[in-house]
């Protein structure tokens, strides 16, 4: 049984995710035998490698240190922290303040996220829950 599942092995945040250079493909392989090897391998990298990656999101500040000025200029401080610089980003950034308990902040990143919504129409009603005091 084959599988194109992916276990990204480098520690970049977008880069991680959506680089092919640094994504690792698993096969699964033909017998029981040789999936449960391929999990094991899995499991080991994620142990090694991927709770680190985690880890870096254990304090919310790192998200919310990312001010709007950095994303309106594509800041090199946000290219080295590997996070895309799009209204995901934007959308993050907002409900992150917004489960602190920043309101103003939420609703600022959340008004420029609708004020550059572009083709991404399907984010408009994410922020504009962040703006009416939902999310």
């Known amino acids: 049984m084959n599988s194109e599942n992916v276990l990204i092995k480098k520690a970049n945040w977008f880069k991680r995710f959506f680089t092919v250079e640094r994504e690792r493909w698993f096969q699964y392989g033909e017998t029981e035998n040789d999936a449960i090897v391929t999990i094991n391998e899995m499991k080991k990298l994620f142990l090694d490698q991927g709770m680190s990656y985690f880890s870096q999101f254990n304090d919310p500040r790192m998200i919310t240190s ?70």
């Open 66 to 135: 990312i001010s709007l000025a950095e994303i309106i200029a594509r800041s090199k401080k946000i290219e080295d922290f590997g996070a895309p610089l799009d209204l995901r980003l934007v959308l993050l950034i907002a409900r992150t303040h917004k489960f602190l308990g920043n309101d103003r902040d939420a609703k600022d990143y959340a008004q420029w996220g609708l004020n550059n919504i572009g083709e991404a129409k399907g984010l408009i009603k994410d922020f504009e829950a962040i703006g009416l005091g939902s999310f």
